[in-house]
């Protein structure tokens, strides 16, 4: 079996920086023809300016030859410049900001401590179409860490949008059944990026027989039925969901550690992965719709033109992979993947 696929492109995606590029941006441009880079590092790509830059250095460190095109995410903070949305629109490489509620997960110490702060911001993005790409999670630390996507739709994300109607808002690496529904049947032009993870995993793989710092991300993953929703709404054909893989590497000492990071690392096998999903479904055929269609045309920028082939082909997963001078272990490290993306 061979499927051909037009080129897919990865939604959210972290690459981190220095010499860690040389691992990452391989992986993914291997893969994906473009991909929109998360901003928080230490510090976070705040501005336009810091965009640009490090969108210099991930350039840099694409393999010889390789045209791999990574788009910009910017990190909002409570200080963020209202004044340079309208420069955001007007760049051709910076697509979005980034709301990483402050506390919530990997390098968001800086975001926003109250959706207020940044209503000034949120106006001009309203105002310019500049869309808002939402780590959707309450970080109110007396609400269950399993509740929190279900409690940010609620006292966050359904006033935001009742305050600025017009905001192009992805809801990113969404979890739940919950969250699917509210993106499927929002008025407002909502949309999500999904896992691969989130769509193979449910939280049961987290303490198969032990516990198991590789499964765990944020948000973490849920019960079966959510699950099973994310898979249906991912293999629905609705263009309001598609691919962004929330590939996220660690070095292995900090996962394998008495407080690990969260993140699964999913860069090397992104598509393959998706791929085991939407067949376990009886799918594949959704799949080119999710991966390389919608998100393009959700962005407003040009569908891909290329094309890539999935073979039916067994192969083994590494145990690790270099990640500058340290290591990282991907997921389904020294596992089989009935999946090969070739070209
Ligand atoms: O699991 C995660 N890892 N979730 C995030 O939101 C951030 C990411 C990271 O940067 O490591
Ligand atoms: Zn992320």
Redesign the pocket.
């Known amino acids: 079996m061979s499927l051909r696929l037009l080129r897919p492109d990865d939604w959210h995606l972290?690459l981190?920086d220095g010499a860690k590029l040389t691992s990452t941006v391989a992986h993914t441009a291997n893969q994906f023809g473009r991909a929109l880079v998360?901003p928080?590092l230490k510090p976070p790509v705040i501005t336009l300016a810091q965009a640009a830059g490090y969108r210099e250095r991930i350039l840099a460190a694409r393999p010889a030859g390789n045209r791999f095109e990574p788009l910009m995410a910017l990190y909002l903070t409570d200080n963020s410049d209202a004044k340079e949305v309208a420069a955001v629109k007007q760049s051709d490489f910076a697509l979005a900001y980034k709301l990483?509620p402050a506390g919530?997960?990997?390098?968001?110490d800086a975001g926003v401590t109250g959706i207020e702060k940044v209503y000034g911001v949120l106006a001009e993005m309203e105002k310019h179409g500049v869309p808002l790409c939402v780590?959707g999670?309450e970080t109110d630390h007396h609400v269950d860490i399993f509740d929190r996507e279900k409690v940010f739709i609620d006292r966050t994300l359904i006033p935001t949008l009742k305050r600025f109607p017009g905001l192009k808002v992805v809801f990113?690496?969404i979890t739940t059944k919950d969250a699917a529904e509210f993106v499927r049947d929002s008025e407002h032009q909502v949309a999500a990026t999904i896992t691969a993870h989130h769509l193979l995993y449910n939280r049961n793989a987290i303490f198969q027989g032990g516990i198991r710092p590789h499964y765990?991300?944020?948000?973490?993953l849920k019960r079966e039925h959510h699950r099973a929703a994310l898979l249906d709404a991912a293999t629905s054909g609705n263009a309001r969901f598609f691919l962004g893989t929330?590939s996220?590497?660690?070095a292995v000492h900090t996962k394998e550690a008495s407080c690990g990071?969260?993140?699964?690392y999913t860069a090397h096998a992104a598509v393959e992965l998706y791929a085991e999903a939407f067949a376990s479904v009886g799918k594949l055929d959704r799949l080119e719709g999710f991966s390389s269609l919608f998100g393009s045309d959700w962005y407003g920028v040009a569908r891909p033109t290329e094309y890539v082939h999935l073979h039916q082909e067994e192969w083994q997963v590494p145990a690790r992979y270099a990640f500058g001078s340290d290591e990282i272990v991907p997921l389904r490290a020294g596992e089989a993947l009935r999946y090969k993306l070739v070209g």
Not at 104 to 108: V, Y
Not at 261 to 264: H, S, V
């Open positions: 972290h981190r998360m928080n990483y919530a997960t990997t390098n968001s780590h999670e990113e690496h765990y991300c944020l948000p973490v929330d996220a590497p660690h990071c969260a993140g699964c």
